[in-house]
T-cell receptor, first 115, second 112 residues
């Protein structure tokens, strides 16, 4: 039971480089999310998706793009990385459609450093 | 805009102590409040609270929700070093069903 899998787990980028973080879930969840976690800030929502082919902005979307071409995958892209994007990124998914199913399952995180 | 505030931001105790972590929220459309424990990596689910005044328990951990006063507490009794973690409170609600708004987290350190 893989759950939510993120790749890569670690990455160091130079300012201006681009990269894509991949999130895959095997639980047939409708909702997927990308969060970033910084010290003292909790988890802040970057973008989310309520289903295949749909995406929406979260709390801190600037500098990021996302795509949800397949239900099981949610990609987070950084077109031109900046040092302010140094963070730990978490992907999560949840089953929509019932009030009792808003528990989100998290991936193991990607530690990104932009130098 | 939905807001979740946790206190204290950090707490240091000794094994055997009892701790209470606080979470207050302001949301436009409340559905549920969740507690997560985060050790080295991914947050792991502890409790989901939807009804006011009903305590959820799991071993030494318990949590309760007060929907009138808009807060929740997480209690840990007889703390152990393995309880050291970041405890996150999140609200599920707002205009987007399923979207979680997290508080800053409480860093709990339990010394032997």
């Amino acid at each position: 039971n893989a759950g939510v899998t993120q790749t890569p787990k670690f990455r160091v980028l130079k300012t201006g480089q681009s990269m894509t973080l991949l999130c895959a879930q095997d639980m047939n969840h409708e909702y997927m999310y990308w969060y970033r976690q910084d010290p003292g800030m909790g988890l802040r929502l970057i973008h989310y998706s309520v289903g295949e082919g749909t995406t929406a902005k979260g709390e801190v979307p600037d500098g990021y793009n996302v795509s949800r071409l397949k239900k099981q995958n949610f990609l987070l892209g950084l077109e031109s990385a900046a040092p302010s994007q140094t963070s730990v990124y978490f992907c999560a998914s949840s089953l929509a459609g019932h009030i009792m199913n808003t528990e989100a399952f998290f991936g193991q995180g990607t530690r990104l450093t932009v130098v | 805009e939905d807001k979740v505030v946790q206190s204290p931001l950090s707490l240091v105790v000794h094994e055997g102590d009892t701790v209470t972590l606080n979470c207050s929220y302001e949301v436009t459309n409340f559905r549920s409040l969740l507690w997560y424990k985060q050790e080295k990596k991914a947050p792991t689910f502890l409790f989901m609270l939807t009804s006011s005044g009903i305590e959820k328990k799991s071993g030494r951990l318990s949590s309760i929700l007060d929907k009138k006063e808009l807060f929740s507490i997480l209690n840990i009794t007889a703390t152990q070093t393995g309880d050291s973690a970041i405890y996150l409170c999140a609200n599920a609600g707002g205009t987007s069903y399923g979207k979680l708004t997290f508080g800053q987290g409480t860093i709990l350190t339990v010394h032997p």
